[in-house]
């Protein structure tokens, strides 16, 4: 240990833990049906249609044009693609705070 931070010392840097990618988040569709597009844009071409209750993976998320948008995975069908935030609920939208 002695060692190591005498290296540390000498060299002046030292090596910090970042943390990998985030987990996914569990969610589910939160309205009737739920157009999941190619990218984060309602123009964006159709990749799929979550229904209301099915459950999917949040593994990105962010603003466009003044909208919050989710990247997600569908649990059953493996579809991949954005819908916007508001249409899915998620742990902490019932806790009462937003990650996404």
Known sequence: M??????????GSAVVATAGPAAAMDCR??????????????????MGIGYR?????????????????AEIRMDKSDVKGWVKSAHLWTEDHEIGTRLL
């Not at 002695?2 to 060299?11: G, Q, Y």
């Not at 984060?40 to 071409?45: E, S, Y």
């Not at 209750?53 to 948008?69: I, L, P």
Request: proline share 4%.
């Open 2 to 11: 002695a060692t190591i931070l005498s290296v540390i010392a000498l060299t």
């Open 29 to 46: 569709i939160d309205i009737e049906a739920a157009v999941i597009r190619s990218h984060p844009n309602p123009d964006a071409t159709a």
């Open 53 to 69: 209750g099915q459950t999917c993976q949040v593994t990105d998320s962010r603003y466009v044009d003044g909208a919050r948008w």
